[in-house]
């Protein structure tokens, strides 16, 4: 079973070349499960179209697509946590921007209150003409709340590279930073539920003398269907407060879909 777990996290960080929010959709009840050596993932969907860019003279059809895909697999005393996600937009007869993150996460003494775990990123974002960026890092997870309802929160420190198109040249970074995050997922009636989760990130670039902060996070909000398939909203936000290049510093998207989970 370890050479299967080795192996799906080697396709998923190649994937990650071709495929944004680091939350994951299972239900977090699996972290204090008595089963082990087990898969349990979900796959969801979900599409934007919308008519705003359009003028009097020319109509200008926004269309977005996001595809998610999240794998864990239980151990006995350990779970490995795959969140891949692939978005892509087309504005009018524009061309298609893609954007795209690949994560592997293994989190140990799953069970445990106070969780040791280690991480791993691939991203890009065609949007911000981010090329790469990738991190590597670890930390601990608080595990607040091990029920029906979700509460955890995590602090750490990871090492990012980047690499984005600027207006003249190519520009890398290579960034210590902290990183620190809390999430929920609150079951609201019998069928609906939130799931939640923010993210800060900061380190010092000597560079500019000066620290880079990112706030992201996501919000869902779920009603299922049946016990596998579930109608959502997701929301998805962005505040980058010193970007690398002349950026929005703010971005939020909003989409509605569907979701499977399996295990």
């Not at 499960?33 to 934007?48: C, K």
């Not at 003249?168 to 069928?191: C, F, G, M, P, Q």
């Not at 996501?218 to 290049?245: G, H, R």
Request: hydrophobic share 40%.
């Amino acid at each position: 079973m370890n050479v299967i777990r080795r192996f799906l996290i080697l396709n998923f960080l190649v994937l990650a070349t071709l495929a944004n929010a680091q939350i994951l959709k299972v239900d977090k009840g699996f972290l204090a499960t008595d089963s082990a050596n087990y898969f349990t993932g979900v796959i969801d969907a979900t599409f934007a179209i919308n008519n705003r860019s359009s003028t009097v003279d020319e109509q200008n059809i926004y269309v977005g697509v996001n595809n998610n895909v999240d794998l864990v697999y239980i151990a006995e005393k350990s779970a490995t946590i795959l969140i891949s996600g692939l978005n892509y937009y087309k504005i009018g007869d524009g061309p298609l921007i893609y954007n795209g993150t690949a994560h592997v996460r293994e989190v140990l003494r799953r069970s445990a209150e106070l969780t040791p775990e280690f991480f791993g990123q691939i991203q890009f974002d065609e949007s911000r003409n981010m090329e790469l960026r990738w991190l590597i890092g670890g930390g601990y997870r608080w595990n607040i709340i091990q029920k029906k309802n979700s509460l955890y929160t995590g602090i750490g420190i990871f090492r990012e590279y980047e690499r984005w198109s600027g207006p003249e040249e190519t520009i890398e970074k290579r960034l210590w930073k902290l990183n620190s995050y809390v999430s929920a997922d609150v079951k609201l009636t019998a069928t609906t539920n939130i799931n939640a989760i923010v993210y800060f990130q900061s380190g010092k670039d000597s560079e500019i003398d000066a620290f880079r902060n990112r706030l992201s996070g996501q919000l869902e909000f779920k009603n299922a269907l049946t016990d596998q398939f579930k109608v959502k909203m997701t929301s998805n936000f962005l505040l980058d407060d010193n970007p690398i290049i002349p950026l929005n510093k703010f971005i939020y998207e909003v989409y509605f879909g569907v979701e499977y989970s399996f295990n």
